[in-house]
Each structure stands twice: as structure tokens, then as C-alpha cells.
């Protein structure tokens, strides 16, 4: 199995970008590549007897990558804009298109390039993506592959007076991509600053602006600039996940004097 995490960093089988293979390259109507991977293992389990003549010198095993159309197959996957995605063979590689109408239902051969498969000499798959892909809710950790009958190995054994036997099988979901969603936590961020000599103490949480400093304490709490007594300061802002405290003058904050995120 060779799975892909669209998130940034590299995570599964995530290959630095840097060393993205040629042939995942240049494909025509094709943005940057997100990203790639391989598992550096085999997608086919294989037994092969060669009998007494023995393998080929050269070529007595070959994997390739097959379809079941010339004219595209549904992927099962879509776009985050819910687009269909299509398989089509070009050259050794397969590449996923994105389909033509209002939801992707027809192949289109020139489509957008969404992703591309290839398969080594060793029958080690590999993944480039270079589009986000429609994964379902409700859990962070989404994983989805290609269909499974979508995507086909070809596999052909060659003896060595040059018989040669090929089967296929059905790989698609060894293919599978993964996406950690976003990830919104209602925390407390806190700030210590000194500032003429005094120092100062702020905190909130980052949604609600909840403070759990008394002001009577000689703590701030949000849009209390007289709170404590310290006329000059309106301590937090509040952004997701971001705390500011800032120095005010009359209405406006004249300077930022600290921030945390």
C-alpha cells in the first residue's frame, strides 16, 4: 500500500518534492505536483515458477499498469470541488483527469491533472498528487484510495527459451491518499510583559476572549483597559489562536507589546 498525505510535512510514504521522478513531470494541463510517495515495497504478491528452463536473462519479470477502458475509468475519488476524477493510460503511467460537466461525469481525457501512478521494475508503486481530493467528515485521519477494480497490475513472466505467461489483478486501493483535517482547539494563551518597570499579565481564550485573571487581581481581561487599575492597557485581542496585548492611547493602540500564538 502507498499512501500520500496532502497535508504538509512528510508523513506515510511522503517523498521530498525535490525528488519528484521525471516521468511525473510535465504532463500536459498539469499544476504543481503537491507532492509524492512510495512505500519502497512491492503492490503485487508474486509466486512464479519457471520451470526447467529457467527465467529470462533480461525481462522475466514485468509489471506494468493497465485499464479496463482506453476511454477512461472513474476513479471513485473526487475534487474537493466534488469533480470526478478519471484514469487514463499514458505511456507507462496512469494519470487521473478530471472529468468534463457539472460534476466531472464525463471522462475527459484533457482534463486537469489531479493525480499520476506509476509502477517500478520491482512492482514498487508510486503516487504523485497535484490536486486536494474530497475526503469525508468526521474524522481527522481520512483515508481513501482509488477504487479497487478502477486500477489494474500486469504482471508477465518470461522463461528462458522466451515463453512468456501474463496475469492482472485488480490494485486500486493500494493507492490511497490521506488528509489530516484542520484541527480547532478552544485553548487559553497567556502573555507576561514589562513595560516602564511593571509588569504586566494578560491571558483569554482564543475563541470566546474569556479571561481567567481576575481584574481585581491585577489581571486584564478583554476590552478592560481600566481593569487593575492600568489605564494605558487593553490587554488581549483575540484572534484563532493568536493573543495580543497591546498598549493603548485614547481609542487606538499605539503599539504591540507582545504577541503570542
Known amino acids: 500500500v502507498t499512501i500520500h498525505d496532502e497535508t504538509s510535512g512528510l508523513q506515510d510514504d511522503d517523498q521530498p518534492l525535490a525528488s519528484l521522478p521525471s516521468y ?12 509524492w510517495a512510495e512505500d519502497g515495497e512491492a503492490g503485487v504478491s ?4 519457471f520451470g526447467a528452463d529457467g527465467p529470462a536473462s533480461s525481462g522475466a519479470i514485468v509489471y506494468d499498469l493497465s485499464l479496463t477502458s482506453a476511454t477512461g475509468v472513474d ?3 473526487k475534487t474537493t470541488a466534488g469533480l470526478s476524477i478519471w484514469l487514463f493510460q499514458e505511456g507507462d503511467i496512469v494519470v487521473g483527469r478530471v472529468g ?4 466531472g461525469e464525463t471522462p475527459n481525457s484533457g482534463g486537469a491533472v489531479a493525480l499520476a501512478v506509476n509502477i517500478q521494475d520491482d512492482g514498487d508503486l508510486q503516487v504523485a498528487q497535484y490536486l486536494a481530493l474530497q475526503h ?8 481513501i484510495g482509488i477504487a479497487l477494480a478502477a486500477l489494474q ?5 518470461t522463461d528462458k527459451d522466451g515463453d512468456p505467461v501474463s496475469k492482472t489483478g485488480d490494485i486500486g ?13 478552544s485553548d487559553f494563551d497567556n502573555i507576561q510583559t514589562t513595560d516602564g518597570g511593571a509588569t504586566f499579565f494578560a491571558d483569554g481564550n482564543v475563541i470566546t476572549g474569556a479571561s481567567t485573571i481576575d481584574p481585581g487581581e491585577g ?20 484572534g484563532l489562536g493568536l493573543v495580543t496585548y497591546v498598549e493603548m492611547c485614547g481609542l487606538a493602540p499605539s503599539r504591540v507589546l507582545a504577541s503570542l500564538n
Open 100 to 103: 468534463s460537466g457539472a460534476t
Open 46 to 49: 508474486l509466486g512464479v515458477d
Open 173 to 185: 486501493n493500494l493507492v490511497r491518499f490521506d488528509d489530516d483535517g484542520p484541527d480547532a482547539r
Open 136 to 143: 469525508p467528515t468526521g474524522d481527522h485521519d481520512e483515508d
Open 75 to 77: 476513479s471513485g475519488l
Open 219 to 238: 489581571g486584564d481581561t478583554v476590552g478592560a483597559g481600566q481593569a487593575g487599575g492600568r489605564a494605558p492597557h487593553d490587554p488581549v485581542q483575540l
Open 153 to 157: 497490475a500486469k504482471v508477465t513472466v
Open 24 to 35: 511525473f513531470k510535465g504532463l500536459v494541463n498539469a499544476g504543481p505536483a503537491i507532492g
